[in-house]
């Protein structure tokens, strides 16, 4: 089967840098992507990574190795706005059929 | 166009009792998702549609839940002789079935079981 790990909890201030690690098992990986999700609010892209490497996005960015099952975001210049859970998420081939599985979330606090 | 859209918002309903939910996902997209996501807790997968493809059920927790889509339109999600374990929010998602594989959210429904 397929399963993820991220941090249940991050805290920064302001104006930081954060970033929230996402560890996964799986066979026939296909890719990896991060969604914000708001209280009460549906989740939100944020990106999705293929290939190795570090992909940007503004503020965001994100870094998948594939060869360590490993990846994480990158969120810079921290905004209070930026308080909200953040979940990764791997899809991945599992005989004929695509499985999509997401992380437990990082619930992310940014403090004044 | 208009995104995601999900009804209705809000369901209570008895234990014991069926429940429909309803996804209009965005116009073109071919793939579609149906999450659970219980208070506090991560997406739980459960069924996934392409195209005119056999569907993904592999996420369906039991037998009283069920889902249909007709062609690439709208989806709706079946919970027959509801529990209370089945509270939650239930959230679709629509994505254009290619490229980054991006998925669109709708909404969702929060359901709760009395």
């Known amino acids: 089967g397929q399963s993820l790990e991220q941090p249940s909890e991050v805290t920064a201030v302001e104006g930081a840098i954060v970033q929230i690690n996402c560890t996964y098992q799986?066979?026939?990986?296909?890719?990896l992507s991060w969604y914000q999700q708001h209280d009460g609010g549906a989740p939100t892209f944020l990106s999705y990574?293929?290939?190795?490497g570090l992909e940007e996005t503004g503020r965001f960015s994100s870094f998948l190795s594939r060869s360590d099952s490993y990846g994480y975001l990158l969120l810079q210049e921290l905004q209070m706005k930026d308080s909200a859970s953040y979940f990764c998420?791997?899809?991945?081939?599992?005989?004929?059929?695509?499985?999509?599985?997401f992380g437990s979330g990082t619930q992310l606090t940014v403090l004044p | 166009g208009a995104g995601v859209s999900q009804s209705p918002s809000n369901k209570v309903t008895e234990k014991g009792k069926d429940v429909e939910l309803r996804c209009d996902p965005i116009?073109?997209?071919?793939?579609l998702y149906w999450y659970r996501q219980r208070l506090g807790q991560g997406l739980e997968f459960l069924i996934y549609f392409q195209g005119n493809s056999a569907p993904d059920k592999s996420g369906l927790p039991s037998d009283r839940f069920s889902a249909e889509r007709t062609g690439e339109s709208v989806s709706t999600l079946t919970i027959q002789r509801t529990q209370q374990e089945d509270s939650a929010v239930y959230l679709c998602?629509?994505?254009?079935?290619?490229?980054?594989?991006?998925?669109?959210f709708g909404p969702g429904t929060r359901l709760t079981v009395l």
């Open positions: 116009s073109g997209h071919t793939a």
């Open positions: 998420a791997v899809r991945s081939l599992s005989g004929s059929a695509r499985q999509l599985t």
């Open positions: 799986t066979s026939g990986f296909y890719g």
């Open positions: 990574n293929a290939l190795d």
């Open positions: 998602a629509s994505g254009p079935g290619q490229g980054p594989d991006t998925q669109y």
